[in-house]
């Protein structure tokens, strides 16, 4: 089944949960555990980003790369360790040219600020929304321009854009989101010159942001240059009957239900049983939505063409 919404699911699967249970805090739960169990149906998609530096970071919905490009050219994809241990990181946020895409981590904001530079930040709506919602709060803990560490908190109201009261942020350590009802964007300009917009975060609900970044060679002459990214969905929490579950596949949920209501009552065997059960009911989808598409491995003791050596 392709991905469904809280409510179609609540419709079918309501029933399994407990008594004393709400399903959406149950399939928050379990969803989370099924994402994470392998590269299922339609928890894969692309994505193209044109960046003048030399990192990317990926949006919070996307957990890891599968594959990479660089300006067309396929690139090895790296553990965080790697340039480490190979010849050291260099001083700026990139990569030596011969390493490809290396992964640098988690960082508290999606693009990084110049340190030589003063900012000021900005709290503002994300289309199609034109203003800011009259709920919740972010809280923005940075570095200004004399090294002196603040913090700041957006009580969100219904305002067009709010602004942080101070103008020489140099680095931001730390952004929470609490209680934001719609997804709203936090960024930052240059105070100055007012030539660049820093996308610093963005989302809703309650969460600290975090965002995986990784390093890629400078693009030459300051030059932009475009990743187009295979990228497997990372689990966002669920907030609303309308929000989109990519991972459908109800008999599954269902048993991930049946199985955490089994753990709940200390039954491991029963629990583990519908664990079973739910990954090869996931398995069955995967491998039907593949059709022809499938991994043949083979050896030709004559080495022809698309085949590896013969192995002795």
């Not at 996308?199 to 390093?215: H, I, K, Q, S």
């Amino acid at each position: 089944m392709p991905a469904t919404t809280v409510k179609v699911l609540a419709d079918q699967l309501a029933s399994y949960c407990s008594p004393d249970q709400q399903f959406l805090p149950i399939l928050n739960l379990v969803l989370p555990r099924l994402y994470a169990m392998g590269y299922w149906k339609d928890l894969c998609y692309e994505l193209e980003i044109t960046t003048p530096n030399g990192y990317f970071s990926l949006p919070m919905e996307a957990e890891s790369i599968m594959a990479a490009t660089v300006d067309q050219t396929p690139k090895n994809l790296w553990s965080q360790w790697h340039d480490y241990k190979v010849g050291g990181i260099p001083n700026s946020y990139s990569a030596y040219p011969i390493f490809g895409i290396v992964d640098d981590g988690y960082g508290p904001v999606k693009e990084v600020l110049p340190n030589d530079t003063d900012h000021s930040v900005t709290l503002r709506p994300i289309s199609p929304n034109t203003t800011l919602p009259n709920d919740g709060s972010v809280y923005v803990t940075y570095e200004r321009a004399g090294g002196t560490i603040a913090s700041y908190v957006f009580s969100i109201d219904d305002s067009a854009a709010m602004d942080l009261p101070h103008y020489d942020v140099r680095k931001i350590i730390e952004i929470r989101y609490e209680g934001v009802p719609v997804p709203v964007r936090l960024e930052a300009v240059n105070y100055d010159l007012q030539d660049k917009n820093y996308t610093l975060a963005e989302g809703r609900g309650d969460f600290v942001a975090r965002y995986r970044r990784f390093r890629t060679s400078a693009p030459s002459n300051g030059d932009t240059q475009k990743v187009f990214l295979l990228l497997k969905r990372a689990f966002l929490p669920l907030m609303s009957e309308s929000d989109v579950v990519y991972l459908g596949n109800v008999n599954a949920i269902k048993c991930a239900i049946l199985a955490t209501t089994a753990e709940d009552n200390a039954d491991i065997e029963r629990s583990g049983y519908h664990w079973q059960v739910c990954r090869q009911l996931l398995e069955e989808e995967k491998d039907a939505s593949r059709g022809a598409a499938r991994q043949v491995f083979t050896i030709d003791p004559y080495s022809g063409n698309g085949t590896p050596q013969n192995m002795l």
